[in-house]
């Protein structure tokens, strides 16, 4: 089994229109983006007080080789804006800069591909369709969600993972 080191991440999340990370004790700090190389996407199922609640994680990379991952809630119109940005991109995925702001009370996303803002891929989405369960009318978006999924199993795809070899110096004793 090859040795290797543990590589940390900051976990970074949006609140109010800013990026927040938390330090050892708690304490938030506020960033106005993130700006780095992405280098794969997720998504994953989390209990959270005894719901399941989804997220999609972006994990990126800056210069300097230090690993961030913002984790957006599945039903966000943040993790949405991003991921139908991120489809747009048609060559090879460069250097990003995500900013989120606020507005009207929600928390919105602005992306730039090498300097340049980039609009939605997808105009028309599936549609949030109405159910009747025990009578009362409930809003599914399973179809939407699963639309989002897709676009992030693509983009994940589509990522130059480059795989990191460290040498290793021998000694014959």
Excluded: C
Aim: avoid cysteine; proline fraction near 2%; charge should be negative.
């Amino acid at each position: 089994m090859p040795l290797g080191k543990i590589e940390r991440a900051t976990y970074v999340s949006v609140k109010d229109g800013k990026l927040t990370t938390k330090n050892e004790s708690g304490e938030e700090t506020t960033h106005d983006y993130l700006e780095g190389y992405l280098v794969d996407v997720n998504f994953r199922t989390k209990d959270f007080g005894g719901e399941s609640v989804g997220q999609f994680l972006f994990e990126f990379k800056d210069d300097e080789g230090e690993r961030y991952i913002l984790s957006t809630g599945e039903k966000s119109g943040v993790s949405r804006a991003l991921l139908n940005s991120l489809a747009s991109i048609e060559s090879r995925v460069g250097k990003l800069r995500v900013v989120p702001y606020a507005k009207d009370g929600y928390s919105k996303m602005l992306v730039y591909h090498n300097g340049e803002r980039l609009d939605w891929k997808y105009k028309e989405l599936p549609p949030v369709e109405e159910r009747q369960v025990a009578g009362t009318a409930i809003k599914d978006d399973s179809k939407r969600l699963g639309f989002f999924k897709q676009i992030a199993e693509e983009i994940s795809s589509k990522l130059n993972r480059v795989s990191q070899v460290n040498e290793i110096n021998t000694v014959n004793i």
